[in-house]
C-alpha cells in the first residue's frame, strides 16, 4: 500500500518558473491538504479540499494554486517561484468521516528557490 | 487569534520518563492530536484526544483537559529512537488543524 505518493522529492528552482508539486493518495480519502514547513514555525495550511471538486483556502494561499479533478490526485502549482516560497511541502490525506480523521503525510518535497 | 504553545526543546536520558506540554487557545474545539516527526521525515499520527482524561498507548499515553486548554504527551522508558519533534495540533470549530511549532525531544545514553 503507498498511501501518498509526493513528486518531487526534491527540486531546485529559478526565481520566476512555474512549479507544480504532484501529489497522489490511494487510501479514497475525501480530503486533502497542502502544508509547508518551515523551521521554528508549525505546520501551515495552504489550500485544502474537502471533496473530489471543491477546493479552499488555507493560512498561506498567495502565490499558489490547486485543483481536485479527482480523489485521488492534488497538485499544488507555484505559478512564478520566489525565494520565500523556499520549504518543505507535505501533502496529507483524512478520512472525515472515521473515527478521529488523523492525517496521513507523503513524504515531503523539498523546494528550493533561487 | 489562535494559538499553539509546546516548548522549543526538551532532553531526557534514556530510560526514563518526559512529559511534552502542550496548551492551546483556539475557536472551538474538535479534538487534539499528538504527532511525531522523525528529522527529515513525514508526521506521523501517534494519539487523539477528545474527551477529559488520559489515553495510553504503550509506551506513550496522552492528557486532555478541555477546561484548561492543556495536554501532555507522556513517553516512558525511553528509547534513542525517540529522539524526534513532537507536534501538538488542535482541531478548532471550522474542522482545522492549528498546528504547533513543534518539540524537538533530544535523547541522551
Known amino acids: 500500500i503507498a498511501g501518498i505518493t509526493q513528486a518531487p522529492t526534491s527540486q531546485i528552482l529559478a526565481a520566476g518558473r512555474r512549479m507544480t508539486l504532484r501529489c497522489t493518495q490511494d487510501?479514497?480519502?475525501?480530503?486533502m491538504y497542502w502544508y509547508r514547513q518551515d523551521l521554528g514555525l508549525g505546520l501551515r495550511l495552504i489550500h485544502y479540499?474537502?471533496?473530489?471538486?471543491?477546493?479552499g483556502k488555507g493560512e498561506v494561499p498567495d502565490g499558489y494554486s490547486v485543483s481536485r479533478a479527482n480523489t485521488d490526485d492534488f497538485p499544488l502549482t507555484l505559478a512564478s517561484a520566489v525565494p520565500s516560497q523556499t520549504s518543505v511541502y507535505f501533502c496529507?490525506?483524512?478520512?472525515?468521516?472515521?473515527?478521529?480523521?488523523?492525517?496521513?503525510f507523503g513524504e515531503g518535497s523539498r523546494l528550493t528557490v533561487l | 487569534g489562535q494559538n499553539i504553545d509546546q516548548p522549543t526543546e526538551m532532553t531526557a536520558t534514556e530510560g526514563a520518563i518526559v512529559q511534552i506540554n502542550c496548551t492551546y487557545q483556539?475557536?472551538?474545539?474538535?479534538?487534539l492530536f499528538w504527532y511525531q516527526q522523525h528529522a527529515g521525515e513525514a508526521p506521523t499520527f501517534l494519539s487523539y484526544?477528545?474527551l477529559d482524561g488520559l489515553e495510553e498507548k504503550g509506551r506513550f499515553s496522552s492528557f486532555l483537559s478541555r477546561s484548561k486548554g492543556y495536554s501532555y504527551l507522556l513517553l516512558k522508558e525511553l528509547q534513542m529512537k525517540d529522539s524526534a519533534s513532537y507536534l501538538c495540533?488542535?482541531?478548532?470549530?471550522?474542522?482545522?488543524?492549528?498546528w504547533g511549532a513543534g518539540t524537538k525531544l533530544i535523547i541522551k545514553p
Open positions: 496529507a490525506s483524512s478520512d472525515r468521516a472515521g473515527t478521529t480523521g488523523e492525517l496521513f
Open positions: 487510501m479514497r480519502h475525501n480530503a
Open positions: 479540499s474537502n471533496t473530489a471538486g471543491t477546493t
Open positions: 483556539t475557536s472551538g474545539f474538535n479534538g
Open positions: 484526544n477528545v
Open positions: 495540533a488542535v482541531r478548532d470549530s471550522n474542522y482545522q488543524l492549528i
